[in-house]
């Protein structure tokens, strides 16, 4: 008989709060004591510091050699033909509780491999998915959970959430309501349908649903007394606050917001996003340097909360500290080498300071991690175009027209780099191609109006600029208006 320890990733993979730091009290005592107090305790910290470090060296260690043990275990099992799905389902739940979601989605298809029939097994690689960013891996797997298991609510849920992240909130809308007839007691549920609703901009509905979800967790918190239960519906208390407070944000009622926000706080200290979303109604009180203050401590929390660094940066660039925000991009992109978002962040800044070298090195990044994004490569051939290398800016603009023939920016763009080469014709057709994809944009339509302005087609390029004019574009209504200001002086 072979005894594995049985191992409950489902426990695991709830968000537990982190423990709250122990308070140190003064009481009397003259400033020398004070102070002597202050460095016994001191001392004593550090040495629990050194203590507690060790520890958790130790007990990684010993993490990763069970690991790799029970690895080694498996595929002695495999050599004797034994029947291996628990050891595989077994060391795939402890890669995953290490946060080692590759190997954990590895482990879980070998148990599958096995036994393809067992709803856990599903659910677990859905879960290491979702954890590792692959969103469409992990509703594959989601809905494979639910066609094993129709009466599972937590996939209904965990899918839906996937649902959102995608920007689908009307499929998640669905899958929340049948998680609730599932489970009517099922908090989780309820805040991810708020955030269903609030995606949705249907406010009065999530208002409703958020205030239901805190009412339910208060309740079920005061039923179920054990420590595990009462943390759980913190955490889904804090949740609904959270979304509240998003909400308000969204209201632009900022004051109110900060009530809700610091509620979801005091519930759950360790948990960055309603950090982020203070910061978002500090700024709408214009109070930056609150908001700088709330930005930062949910990236101290959280080294991962791209968002946060993002509105870090935007703030600094809206205050014109420059540096400070090209500082927040390099340090989110030392966490995160591949991530589009910042590259893009530091590309806007470097050409706002005209540092097309490194600008050009940020966007070309860009292509590496991402090279089916069209709007890279027009970002590309724009600054070629700044830097007359035509060319180039039609090679890149060409690539991004293959990669989305009715992206209008690149035929426009196109046009421009063909004009600049002096070849009429294709300029045109590439200006007409940008008009055909989207009417609404102004600016192929203005520079129709200057290519044929500049023919000798005055009529003609005049009412480009006229619709170009109508629909908001400055430099055609300027254009128009020096235009009659000089019809009327001669």
């Given at each position: 008989m072979i005894y594995i320890a049985f191992f409950n990733a489902e426990a695991l993979r709830t968000h537990q709060p982190a423990m709250r730091?122990?308070?140190?009290?003064?009481?009397?005592?003259?400033?020398?004591?004070?102070?002597?107090?202050?460095?016994?305790?001191?001392?004593?910290?550090?040495?629990?510091?050194?203590?507690?470090?060790?520890?958790?060296?130790?007990?990684?260690?010993?993490?990763?050699?069970?690991?790799?043990?029970?690895?080694?275990?498996?595929?002695?099992?495999?050599?004797?033909?034994?029947?291996?799905?628990?050891?595989?389902?077994?060391?795939?739940?402890?890669?995953?509780?290490?946060?080692?979601?590759?190997?954990?989605?590895?482990?879980?298809?070998?148990a599958i491999g096995e036994n393809d029939k067992l709803a856990e097994t599903f659910y677990g690689l859905a879960m290491a998915y979702y954890r590792r960013g692959d969103l469409e891996e992990a509703m594959l797997?989601?809905?494979?959970?639910?066609?094993?298991?129709?009466?599972?609510?937590?996939?209904?849920?965990?899918?839906?959430?996937?649902?959102?992240?995608?920007?689908?909130?009307?499929?998640?809308?669905?899958?929340?309501?049948?998680?609730?007839?599932?489970?009517?007691?099922?908090?989780?549920?309820?805040?991810?349908?708020?955030?269903?609703?609030?995606?949705?901009?249907?406010?009065?509905?999530?208002?409703?649903?958020?205030?239901?979800?805190?009412?339910?967790?208060?309740?079920?918190?005061?039923?179920?007394?054990?420590?595990?239960?009462?943390?759980?519906?913190?955490d889904e208390e804090s949740e609904a606050f959270n979304g509240l407070g998003e909400l308000l944000n969204s209201r632009k009622q900022y004051r109110y917001a900060l009530e809700y926000l610091g509620s979801s706080i005091s519930l759950t200290p360790q948990w960055d996003t309603p950090w982020t979303n203070k910061g978002v109604a500090y700024e709408g009180l214009g109070n930056s340097a609150a908001a700088q203050v709330c930005y930062q401590r949910a990236i101290d929390l959280s080294v991962t909360n791209f968002t946060a660094y993002k509105k870090l940066a935007d703030l600094y660039r809206r205050m014109g500290r420059g540096d400070?925000?090209?500082?927040?991009?390099?340090?989110?992109?030392?966490?995160d080498p591949s991530n589009v978002d910042m590259y893009y962040g530091l590309a806007d800044m470097y050409e706002k300071k005209g540092d097309h070298a490194h600008a050009l090195e940020a966007f070309e990044s860009i292509l590496k991690y991402a090279p089916d994004d069209p709007i890279g490569y027009v970002r590309i051939g724009q600054l070629y175009l700044k830097t007359s290398d035509n060319d180039k800016a039609i090679a890149y603009f060409e690539q991004a027209g293959q990669l989305d023939p009715k992206y209008a920016e690149?035929?426009?763009?196109?046009?421009?780099?063909?004009?600049?080469?002096?070849?009429?014709?294709?300029?045109?057709?590439?200006?007409?191609?940008?008009?055909?994809?989207?009417?609404?944009?102004?600016?192929?339509?203005?520079?129709?109006?200057?290519?044929?302005?500049?023919?000798?087609k005055e009529a003609e390029g005049l009412r480009f600029f006229q619709r170009a004019a109508a629909l908001g574009d400055i430099d055609a209504i300027i254009f128009l208006r020096s235009r009659r200001a000089n019809e009327k002086e001669e």
């Open positions: 730091p122990a308070r140190t009290t003064w009481s009397g005592g003259s400033g020398g004591e004070n102070r002597r107090a202050q460095t016994a305790i001191d001392s004593a910290l550090l040495r629990d510091l050194r203590v507690s470090a060790l520890r958790t060296i130790k007990t990684k260690t010993k993490l990763l050699f069970l690991a790799m043990a029970l690895t080694v275990f498996v595929l002695g099992l495999a050599s004797c033909n034994i029947p291996l799905y628990e050891p595989y389902f077994q060391v795939a739940e402890r890669y995953y509780s290490e946060g080692d979601y590759t190997r954990a989605i590895a482990m879980y298809f070998n797997a989601f809905e494979k959970t639910i066609s094993l298991d129709p009466k599972n609510e937590s996939a209904y849920e965990r899918l839906a959430s996937v649902h959102l992240d995608l920007g689908n909130p009307d499929t998640a809308l669905t899958l929340c309501r049948k998680a609730i007839r599932l489970d009517h007691e099922f908090v989780e549920a309820y805040n991810t349908l708020g955030h269903a609703f609030l995606d949705l901009g249907t406010l009065d509905s999530a208002e409703a649903t958020f205030t239901y979800a805190i009412n339910l967790a208060k309740g079920l918190s005061k039923r179920d007394r054990g420590i595990r239960g009462r943390a759980l519906y913190l400070d925000a090209l500082n927040v991009y390099r340090s989110a992109l030392r966490v690149a035929h426009d763009g196109l046009g421009e780099a063909f004009q600049a080469k002096g070849r009429l014709q294709e300029s045109q057709r590439a200006f007409e191609k940008a008009v055909a994809c989207d009417s609404l944009f102004p600016l192929p339509l203005r520079h129709l109006g200057s290519l044929f302005i500049a023919q000798g």
